[in-house]
T-cell receptor, first 106, second 121 residues
Framework: SYELTQPPSVSVSPGQTASITCSGD??????ACWYQQKPGQSPVLVIY???KRPSGIPERFSGSNSGNTATLTISGTQAMDEAGYYC?????????FGGGTKLTVL | EVQLVESGGGLVQPGRSLRLSCAAS????????MHWVRQAPGKGLEWVSG????????GYAGSVKGRFTISRDNAKNSLYLQMNSLSADDTAFYYC???????WGGGLDYWGQGTLVTVSS
């Protein structure tokens, strides 16, 4: 079965750039999505089709996807961005999630 | 405003069944594929099942295939998940999620608040 691998945790200082990676076989050939989940809340889609932002998502969120790696980049990270982040892709007719990355802003 | 409201969760004994429902509003339900995603307490997201706009195709995670059945009623703007032969491993929050497309391949652009299923004797 298809697997997506994320680092368990990433730390960043306020105002700096955070990068969260997601690795999978030929992931660049698929559309990758990213979700943000804060404690006690439902997930929110922040990036779809690898690079696109849904309406209402701040411009500081961006995505890239090439080769075997998709990357979520948060520029000028704010305290409110501290959350869990999950990548997601499609493998045939099934949805696959990465294990999630805890972003700490300190 | 898009709203997805799950119901039907609760405490159930191992081996028993439970049916979850998701009431949708604020969008044209029949235009969207729909999914169920679960999250065990303190764990990551796990896709459970998805169904295309016209019920023409369903997909299941290997962990639930043969035990869970997804269905929808476009006339009632509702999504369902019939869960049979439940075990402790099925204990989780179950989220209803809307796809950005009518078929496979889209992102999950709206999520419900989740309903907790606890399997325990």
């Amino acid at each position: 079965s298809y697997e997506l691998t994320q680092p368990p945790s990433v730390s960043v200082s306020p105002g700096q750039t955070a990068s969260i990676t997601c690795s999978g076989d030929k992931l660049g050939d698929k559309y990758a999505c990213w979700y943000q989940q804060k404690p006690g809340q439902s997930p929110v889609l922040v990036i779809y089709q690898g690079t696109k932002r849904p309406s209402g998502i701040p411009e500081r969120f961006s995505g890239s996807n090439s080769g075997n790696t998709a990357t979520l980049t948060i520029s000028g990270t704010q305290a409110m961005d501290e959350a869990g982040y999950y990548c997601q892709a499609w493998d045939s007719s099934t949805v696959v999630f990465g294990g999630g990355t805890k972003l700490t802003v300190l | 405003e898009v709203q997805l409201v799950e119901s039907g969760g609760g405490l159930v004994q191992p081996g028993r069944s439970l049916r979850l429902s998701c009431a949708a509003s604020g969008f044209t339900f029949e235009d969207s594929a729909m999914h169920w995603v679960r999250q065990a307490p303190g764990k990551g997201l796990e896709w459970v099942s998805g169904i295309r706009w016209n019920s023409g195709n369903m997909g299941y995670a290997g962990s639930v295939k043969g035990r869970f059945t997804i269905s929808r009623d476009n006339a009632k703007n509702s999504l369902y998940l019939q869960m049979n032969s439940l075990s402790a491993d099925d204990t989780a929050f179950y989220y209803c999620a809307k796809s950005s497309t009518s078929s496979w391949g889209g992102g999950l652009d709206y999520w419900g608040q989740g309903t907790l299923v606890t399997v325990s004797s």
